[in-house]
């Protein structure tokens, strides 16, 4: 007895409800990536805790301290308030050469560096001078410090330090500035006079991913050099100059005070100044160009369009051979093709994307392949479809690597799809399909 179940508009619906029950597999394998991600992050995280982590560098900065005299809330009497006065360098250059390797921790690796940074600059007197007297407070010059603030002091590997020519010796610090650790000198300002103070610092910093610079001067130039192919400019200020190579990079930034969002001085106690200290530092980070979970997730986006694609190429296939092909086969058509992201995601964490996603495409093809053929009752049936969905698995590939032009990609094969279907079922008498054999017209060639 023929049913509605039987026409050509229930069977279009019923492709596409499998199509989106597809979905939920999809998304615990996008869940899935996700948590290898965070795996990576922490392996990460645990390399460059015993390593040295992400590093930012700013220095040498004059911290002075100051006494006042205020009222004391409710009464006559006055009490001495202590505080810290910052004053930054007219000048200041750093140049910062890195040796580049990778860390693994486990089956992840992370690339690390050891910077060899060099940090001149000088220290104006009529500049604390000025300050000092805009100030209702008392400067203690003769117990002013110099500090070298750093993101992660464990990865300071070595350093030195000269100041005026003489050499000198930091000491570690517990005072912080913001989110940054501090190592320190003291400093005579009553008897350096009306001499600049000019200094020059030499160390060798450990770190992981991301060297950055804080521009603690009224001008700030930094150079930037590493045997690293791929860097991703990142923080308040592009470089100015760059010249990246296959074997490695070299920039340069300028920075003014006029470009940044707090003054040549402050009181230490501004948290507002210590937030945007951080905001503006600049640099690099080893960036490693689409990573393979970057790539898992990029392949995942497209995951049900490509599902949706291989069921309407058996959906043709049983139009235009006159087929039955049962929801049930559809079903499994489409559990092979999640697994596709299932096996990428474990093949390539262990032999890389490129050979993993051929071995990954290659199966699920000649499953899928073979199970057509059987399904259809005809090789050339499989065969067809197994090319079919290689030349899907080929697109993909290209739209994963092709990160600018993905979008563009995408909408041109889409719209080929669209267009192939038009023509191939351009004689189809939709209407005709799924009704008994004795009530079909005729199609006309």
């Known amino acids: 007895?023929?049913?509605?179940?039987?026409?050509?508009?229930?069977?279009?619906?019923?492709?596409?409800?499998?199509?989106?029950?597809?979905?939920?597999?999809?998304?615990?394998?996008?869940?899935?990536?996700?948590e290898r991600q965070a795996l990576r992050d922490d392996a990460t995280a645990r390399i460059a805790q015993g390593w040295g982590g992400a590093q930012t560098i700013g220095g040498l900065v004059l911290a002075i301290p100051t006494q006042e005299q205020v009222a004391v809330a409710g009464t006559t009497t006055t009490a001495t308030r202590m505080s810290t006065e910052i004053v930054l360098a007219d000048t200041l250059s750093t140049t910062a050469n890195l040796t580049v390797d990778k860390r693994k921790y486990g089956m992840y690796e992370a690339p690390i560096y050891v910077a060899e940074v060099h940090i001149s600059g000088r220290i104006l007197p009529e500049d604390v001078r000025t300050f000092e007297k805009a100030s209702n407070a008392t400067w203690l010059g003769n117990k002013a410090e110099l500090r070298l603030l750093l993101r992660d002091a464990q990865g300071l590997?070595?350093?030195?330090?000269?100041?005026?020519?003489?050499?000198?010796?930091?000491?570690?610090?517990?005072?912080?500035?913001?989110?940054?650790?501090?190592?320190?000198?003291?400093?005579?300002?009553?008897?350096?006079?009306d001499t600049p103070v000019n200094f020059t610092v030499v160390a060798h910093i450990a770190g992981t991913?991301?060297?950055?610079?804080?521009?603690?001067?009224?001008?700030?130039?930094?150079?930037?050099?590493?045997?690293?192919?791929?860097?991703?400019?990142?923080?308040?200020?592009?470089?100015?100059?760059?010249?990246?190579?296959?074997?490695?990079?070299?920039?340069?930034?300028?920075?003014l005070d006029l470009n940044r969002d707090y003054g040549q001085h402050w009181d230490a106690g501004n948290d507002k100044v210590d937030t945007r200290l951080a905001a503006s530092a600049f640099g690099v980070d080893l960036y490693q160009?689409?990573?393979?979970?970057?790539q898992n997730e990029r392949a995942g986006k497209y995951g049900l369009l490509f599902i949706a694609l291989t069921f309407v190429a058996f959906f043709l296939f049983e139009v235009l051979k006159r087929l039955?092909?049962?929801?049930?086969?559809?079903?499994?058509?489409?559990?092979?093709?999640?697994?596709f992201y299932v096996l990428l995601l474990a093949l390539s964490e262990q032999i890389g994307f490129g050979w993993a996603y051929l071995s990954a495409a290659s199966a699920v093809v000649l499953i899928v392949g073979g199970y057509a053929a059987a399904v259809l009752d005809t090789w050339r049936a499989g065969a067809m479809l197994g090319g079919v969905l290689a030349l899907v698995y080929a697109i993909l590939y290209g739209l994963i690597g092709a990160e600018q032009y993905a979008l563009l990609i995408g909408a041109i094969v889409l719209l080929a799809v669209v267009a192939t279907l038009m023509y191939l079922t351009r004689r189809t008498d939709w209407y005709a399909y799924g009704l008994p054999t004795s009530t079909r017209t005729t199609e006309t060639p």
């Open 1 to 34: 007895m023929f049913t509605w179940t039987q026409t050509i508009t229930a069977k279009v619906l019923g492709v596409g409800l499998l199509a989106l029950l597809m979905l939920i597999p999809l998304g615990q394998i996008n869940g899935l990536v996700a």
């Open 157 to 193: 590997k070595d350093i030195s330090v000269t100041i005026d020519g003489k050499p000198r010796r930091f000491a570690s610090s517990t005072d912080r500035m913001g989110e940054f650790s501090v190592v320190s000198l003291p400093v005579d300002l009553a008897a350096q006079g």
């Open 209 to 255: 991913e991301s060297l950055r610079v804080l521009p603690l001067a009224r001008s700030n130039t930094v150079d930037i050099k590493a045997p690293w192919p791929d860097p991703s400019f990142a923080g308040a200020l592009l470089p100015t100059s760059r010249d990246v190579r296959s074997d490695g990079f070299a920039a340069t930034w300028h920075m």
């Open 289 to 294: 160009p689409a990573s393979v979970y970057q």
């Open 324 to 339: 039955r092909v049962h929801p049930v086969q559809y079903l499994l058509v489409g559990g092979a093709m999640a697994t």
